[in-house]
């Protein structure tokens, strides 16, 4: 079962980073969370790796349907998109939307699903276009 949509960018990662919020505000989300992978794993392991932020995207009028047909739902909100650098390429990946529906197996998601599903696919083409 594949669980990402993924685009492939010819840019820098803070490039990619900027075109991907503003992708993303395009379509109604906003940034509740950031993870600074790269940061973190140096800070508490002393490890070192490839530049990697997730973003926790919420489409707010989205959330509240998926919370009012489910109120676990929020176990897998908000819209984790992650930016991560990929050899000489940033890859941008947003987890399906479908996947709540696949895991909690409520048909009342889909709509919300399909929706979200939607505006994610539109910030990544917008990306790919750019």
Not at 17 to 42: H, P
Not at 82 to 90: I, K, M, N
């Amino acid at each position: 079962m594949s669980y990402d949509r993924t685009v492939r960018l010819d840019v820098a990662f803070d490039t990619a980073v900027s075109a991907v919020r503003k992708a993303l505000a395009d379509q109604g989300f906003g940034i509740l969370t950031e993870i600074d992978v790269q940061a973190t794993l140096k800070a508490k392991l002393g490890h070192d790796m490839e530049d990697y932020l997730i973003l926790g995207a919420c489409n707010p009028p989205l959330a509240h349907q998926a919370l009012e047909a489910d109120r676990s739902i929020g176990l897998l909100l908000p819209c984790n998109v992650a930016v991560r650098r990929d050899g000489d390429t940033t890859l941008v990946q947003a987890l399906d939307p479908g996947t709540m529906v696949t895991l909690t197996g409520l048909p009342a998601l889909e709509p919300v699903a399909d929706e979200a599903t939607a505006r994610l696919d539109a910030a990544l083409s917008a990306l790919a276009d750019a």
